[in-house]
């Protein structure tokens, strides 16, 4: 299977919406061993989306489109593939079924214009929507394939996955399945040249990926069946844990905040923040774990140096000696938060986010962190680069990736 | 200027990048009324190259292409364009000290590859580039024009502000300026019917975007100066105050947390914070804003009832009889909280933020607010929509709005 991805809709030309669903797929593509030859946008223009497949299908045999599936007159992709495989349009009982029970769900009422969302080419394979009206579909004809997918992400993601991977997976007779193993305190860069003679492998592959909380790998195997794909997945798993496992945090789902969560349960130890520079970010991306309420007793977030000596017992002499970013503060605010809250574990930061508030000895991207755990204290000082928001970003991900390797200590 | 866009790099094809260029580029060329008319992103494949210029091509006389400029093998975006519009290819003696300054300024060595950096289609316009080392250029031939530009959006973006936007008014004979307008506690679509009769202007145009923190409208004029352009922007945009004042909480670059904080500073408050359910969103957004320090006093994070007591002296009986997502209970936090913190201004927040937590009359997004000024209390109640970060989310957004609202009633 050789494929391009054609998105279909003026709004995408006007600048209006970023094409995430050609990224989604073509990585997903990927990752089952589909090459994905171009993509294009095209507007809804009839004649223009016939040159666009003709240019789409130069290299390829299938062209998957997004968008112009909506009950409007601007959504024409059905009428434009119809036009293209040289087949009639026909009204789909299932689909028509699909749509019906949609409205009917959610007790409102369907327009006529939304019947013209059940037309598909002659033979078209109906792909359920169960998150919209508009059903997308597979057509083919004379070699040529065309998988009709809705254009929101939230709709075509669900739709990719239940049923255009089981298409893929039955016309390869191979199931495809992913390991996910999740990496912070590490370039991208660094974590690519220590795997680098595992990246080149066919199957499983390895494929890296950068994001804003560290770094990851992705390994995947087609095979006949679940249990065989995992078992090609395993060795390459164990070599990669083996080879950087003090970077590693999590594999799958799994986020540094989770993590740390689902450890503090395990342990039955609860957590407590005093963020000055971050200013609420660590304990806003805790919060984020639904079921933290279990571990997470609060915060004090010490703007000021007032707030240090009232709220966490911060002595003056370490302002004026030391100054609010430097080691002495950083643990008096994580002793103090720990009393305050009486957990078992508490994190301290105080840093210089910039752009202001730098000195000669203390740059933009100073930040000391605290860690308290069952009364012992441990400080970092990290040096952090980016602007303020990264450099505020980067030490929240820092702090909980610590916080995770010292929890899987106990 | 007709105009398609063309990026060039076999990472976007699996999947590893999401092209933020072309929507940059598009919603940046439509405010300067000119068509786009189709994007493509092909592999670093020559051939391949040449057939997407011929695609791209068809319905328009200039095409921007992206990526390809680096130093390595791959990059062969300035080699297509030579071959493609039948020119030679040359070094270029600015492109040459451009990139020789590059490396001096940040002390680095220049690697001979870099100097392939400086090989254009002879007769190029160069660009140049503040923040990388490769150089973009503006090619023609035949009356076809390519815009070569980078490919890390960080670059790109400044080189179209600083270089292709001068080229396109030099050649239009004119300059566009645009005036945002940012609204927030009302939907897009409501937004559009309010000021639909607006929306089909050729000059100014008037352009509707949607954002996580609201909404927004771009009024953009081109006229022979900057001084005509803003005229012809005046009256549309006091046309747009004048029909949804209610709703409008800045201009241009404002943001809430920018707004709040600089209504804050002119009037000389301060202000304090008690969140539960956000647990630290909206402090940390409003510590975005460089500069918070002088207003900003600090927070407590009060998620477990205890805190609640402890910190913010919520009487136990408001727990026991009210429960914590509750008027009494936003009510005392937001005075426990200026009380605690001594400031002008204090906001609280508590509610469901889900999955967990929810009760027959207190569904999920239930939140109660309070904001207290100078000694005045009001609470508000929010029904929220949306996963448990949308409604955190939403939750911040709606306080931070509300809050600007009452501070310029002042």
Known sequence: MKCSIVTIGTEILLGDIINTNSAYLSRKLAEHGIAVFSHHTVGDNPDRIQDTFKTAFKNCDTVITTGGLGPTEDDITREAVARFLGLELASDAKAQTEIAAFFEQRGRSMSPSNLKQAMFPEGSIICHNSRGTAP?????????????????????????????????????????????????????????????????GKNPTVAPYAKTSGCQLRITAGAKDHDYAMKLIKPLEDEIVNRLPEYIYGYDDDTLESRAAELLKKLSMTISCAESCTGGMLSSTLVNYAGISDVFAGSVISYSNAVKIQELSVEESILEKNGAVSEECARAMVIGCAQKFNTDVAISITGIAGPGGATDDKPVGTVYTGLYINGQVSIRKLNMFGDRQRIRLRTVNSVLFNLVKELEKL
Chains 1, 2 share one sequence.
């Open 136 to 200: 997308g579909a597979i057509a083919s004809s004379n070699g040529k394939t065309v998988i009709m997918l809705p254009g929101p992400p939230f709709e075509l993601e669900l739709m990719f996955q239940n049923s255009v991977l089981p298409y893929i997976e039955k016309i390869s007779s191979q199931v495809f399945r992913s390991r996910v193993i999740h990496f912070s305190d590490i370039g991208e860069s660094e974590m690519n040249d220590r795997v680098k003679d595992l990246l080149d």
